[in-house]
């Protein structure tokens, strides 16, 4: 059995053919108007442009500041979750992210929480030069550290 599909009637339209001849209903200007920037081959109109005057985005004065391009992002792992690790054992962002636990190796991450933790773990932070002092990458919460402490573990800054 041959199935052959088939449009309604009038569901579709062939485009108009521009710019050929008077008869067409769309010849000389093909439907762009009578000269100026628009009626240019070419053309393409720009975000924000204004036809020369000055845009608004560059007349409103520009003031305060903004502190996106400093912001630093952290993973975040609550301390519960670091049960999965054997007891006794030191985890670096490395084995983190093997549990999935964090997302990215290279960004920081900070461990949250004031949960119970049955094992103990030493903790590895890492630490970067900035200028002449170190300064810490990886953070860890008060309540998380104690949290760490109390149940056996440490926090190795590396």
């Not at 000269?35 to 560059?58: N, T």
């Not at 933790?117 to 998380?144: E, P, W």
């Amino acid at each position: 059995m041959e199935i052959k599909l088939k449009n309604a009637p009038g569901a579709t339209k062939e485009r108009k053919r521009l710019g050929r001849g008077q008869a067409s209903g769309l010849g000389t200007t093909a439907g762009k108007g009578n000269k100026g920037q628009k009626a240019r081959k070419g053309y393409s109109r720009k975000a924000g442009f204004e036809g020369g005057q000055m845009p608004l985005y560059r007349r409103i004065p520009k003031r305060g500041f903004s502190n996106f391009p400093f912001k630093k992002e952290y993973q975040e792992v609550n301390v519960d979750l670091l049960s999965c690790f054997e007891n006794g054992s030191t985890i670096s962002n490395l084995d983190l992210y093997e549990e999935g636990l964090i997302q990215n190796i290279d960004k920081p991450f900070k461990i949250l929480g004031k949960l119970t933790l049955n094992k103990s773990i030493n903790i590895q932070l890492r630490t970067i030069m900035n200028g002449k002092k170190k300064v810490q990458y990886d953070k860890c919460t008060k309540g998380a550290k104690e949290t760490i402490e109390k149940a056996g573990g440490k926090l190795v800054i590396q």
